[in-house]
Structures are given as C-alpha cells and as structure tokens.
C-alpha cells in the first residue's frame, strides 16, 4: 500500500478510535518546523490525529493568550509547559503566570545546567536548591513542578547513580519527573525497573522509541533520526506502558524529535491503540 495512503488511514483510524483509547498526549515540539511555518495549520493537523492533550514547547510567536484560544479552539488542553532552570532559579512568578495562561497543571524543566557532558555533585545539588524552592512556590498555587530526565543523570555517584541522589533530595511534595523513556534507555537503563524502583514518582511521561543499533550515550545528546515509530524501536514500549499504568504515570506524551514525525506519529498512535 502507497504510504501516503497507510498514513492517511492511520490518521483516520485515530480520530475515530481516539476516545476509546487510554489518554495519551502530544509534545507539541514534535512539530516544532511544521509550527514555525504554519501555526493555526499545524494545530488543526493535531487535532485531526485525535489528540486532545498536549505538552506546551513555546508559542511559536503567538502571545500566551493567542495560544491559548487556538488551543481551545481545537478542543486541545495544555497538561503541561516547559520552563527553563534560569527561571525557575529567577523568575517563579514569570513560571507560574505563563501555566496559569496555558492552563497547565504542571510545569517541565528538561535541563540541569553542567559543563561539557560530565555531571557533578555540585550540579545535582544546586539543581536540588532550585527545583525544590521552586517547586513548593508553585505547589502552593496549584502547580507541580517536574524534571524531565536526559541521560546524564544515570552517570555513577556513591553506590547508585546521580538520579537516585536527585530522587532522594527533591521535595515529592513539590518536585517529580517526567521519564523520557528514550533517555533512560539511552544510558543503559531499563525504564521499567526504574519505575518499579521510584512508584509515584513519574506523573508524566514522553513515548519514545530508540532505532536499534543505536549506541547508549550518558550525555544528554543523541541524533534526532534514531527516534522511530512506536513499537519499532529497542526501548520496549508495550512492556513500558504495562508498568506505567501500576506506577502512577498520569499522562502520556508522543515526542517524536525525527524528521519524519508527521509520518511517523500517527504510526505510533495506531500501535499504542493495539496494545492490550
């Protein structure tokens, strides 16, 4: 069958089956060229594939509220919006104004700063200041606050690894994460035995699947091209959202970083609504 066509009837397939299937969400950075080209087009295309959740990336030049009414217009509810480390460590009220403006309930910090690809202690324990100051400032106006994982935190300290120093440091009143389960695999780790490991600790997740062949990497950068379709890849997906359930994660997001994510999503929405 012409691929044009299978992706074709896959998007339809999703629109149509959608509702009965678990929630799952989009990052919208998954998109990110088609958004930077067509804003309004772009969202309707999320729509069409049945999302109705996504994880916020920018505005792509839009204002927060501009944003926000093309959101609603499409019957698409921000769950989640990134923020940066310098402005959870400057700017709380800045965070929370711009949750508040999207209507996300949780805010996402995907990067701890450090130099070159080696983490520290001095690293993790600044980032532990800051998530947890943060974090209990906008746990106090309804907000929670999550740190997305990238790889190097799996680099060894004491007799574990820098995330169980981080687990063990961050307020869970305040501060979680969000597993990215390509990063986790990509340093050499199994997502579901760490979710078996931290049970609650992850509300929110990002679906990704990793080519096979690809080499594991603890510093946080990998070519974009090795995310593949869902189910196609050696990340283990289908044993993934068997435990996720059990562990707690709340809400499940499609990032698919590739070239071909337009393809390719829509083919990873058609095998998560085959899993049982």
Request: hydrophobic share 40%; net charge negative; with cysteine.
């Amino acid at each position: 069958m012409n691929r044009i066509i299978l992706v074709a009837l896959l998007v339809s397939s999703f629109a149509t089956l959608a509702q009965k299937a678990a929630p799952v969400g989009i990052q919208l950075y998954s998109f990110r060229d088609q958004f930077a080209k067509d804003v309004p087009g772009t969202m309707a295309k999320v729509k069409q594939m049945g999302f109705r959740q996504a994880e916020i990336a920018g505005t792509y030049g839009l204002s927060l509220t501009d944003f926000r009414q093309l959101l609603d217009r499409n019957d698409i509810k921000a769950i989640s919006t990134g923020a940066s480390f310098e402005d959870l460590d400057n700017n709380v009220p800045k965070v929370l104004a711009e949750a508040k403006a999207l209507g996300a309930k949780y805010v996402v910090c995907a990067w701890i700063p450090h130099p070159g690809d080696t983490f520290m202690i001095q690293d993790a324990d600044r980032a532990i200041d800051v998530f947890n100051t943060a974090g209990r400032l906008l746990a106090d106006n309804g907000i929670q606050l999550c740190y997305h994982t990238h790889g190097y935190e799996f680099q060894t300290y004491q007799d574990g690894t820098f995330f169980d120093y981080l687990a063990e440091n961050f307020d869970p009143k305040a501060v979680n994460f969000e597993m990215d389960v390509y990063w986790v695999k990509s340093p050499g780790y199994n997502p579901v035995a760490l979710l078996q490991k931290y049970p609650k600790r992850f509300p929110l997740m990002h679906l990704k699947d990793r080519k096979p062949g690809t080499p594991d990497s603890m510093s946080g950068h990998a070519d974009v091209e090795s995310n593949v379709t869902l189910g196609t890849g050696d990340v283990g997906i289908a044993d993934i959202m068997k435990q996720a359930k059990k562990s707690g994660v709340k809400y499940f997001f499609i990032e698919d970083e590739s070239s071909r994510s337009m393809q390719q999503v829509p083919e990873s929405i058609s095998f998560l609504l085959g899993l049982k």
